[in-house]
C-alpha cells in the first residue's frame, strides 16, 4: 500500500505564512510528479503548484510569487511554502503524487486526505 500524509495546515492572519510537507511512503517504484490541489467550500478542486522529478515546477495563476513548491526526491516529499496569504487561500490542500507502485507497470494518481488552510483575521 502506499500512502501521502500532509501535515502543516492551520489558522493564520492574512500576510502569515505556512510550509505544508507530504510524505509518501510504502511501495513505492517510482516518483514522476508532485504537486498541490485546493478545495475551497462549494468550489472546485483546483491546481495549486507542481514539480517534476527533475523540479520543473508550475504554478497557479493566483499563486506565483506567493507560493513555493520543493520536493526531496530522496525522502519521497514535496513541500508548499506559503508566503503573504489571502483569505481566499483558505482551503483544504491536498497533496498529490503520480507515481508507480512496486509490482505495476502503469503509473497512477495518489491522493492524501487533505490538511486545512485557514487565513483570516
Known amino acids: 500500500q502506499v500512502q501521502l500524509v500532509e501535515s502543516g495546515g492551520g489558522l493564520v492572519q492574512p500576510g502569515g505564512s505556512l510550509r505544508l510537507s507530504c510524505a509518501a511512503s510504502?511501495?513505492?517504484?517510482?516518483?514522476?510528479?508532485m504537486g498541490w490541489y485546493r478545495q475551497a467550500p462549494g468550489k472546485q478542486r483546483e491546481l495549486v503548484a507542481t514539480?517534476?522529478?527533475?523540479?520543473?515546477?508550475n504554478y497557479a495563476d493566483s499563486v506565483k510569487g506567493r507560493f513555493t513548491i520543493s520536493r526531496d526526491n530522496a525522502k519521497n516529499m514535496v513541500y508548499l511554502q506559503m508566503n503573504s496569504l489571502k483569505p481566499e487561500d483558505t482551503a483544504v490542500y491536498y497533496c498529490?503524487?503520480?507515481?508507480?507502485?512496486?509490482?505495476?507497470?502503469?503509473?497512477?494518481?495518489?491522493w492524501g486526505q487533505g490538511t486545512q488552510v485557514t487565513v483570516s483575521s
Open positions: 514539480i517534476t522529478s527533475g523540479g520543473s515546477t
Open positions: 498529490n503524487a503520480y507515481m508507480r507502485i512496486s509490482g505495476n507497470p502503469y503509473p497512477s494518481d495518489y
Open positions: 510504502g511501495s513505492i517504484f517510482s516518483i514522476y510528479t
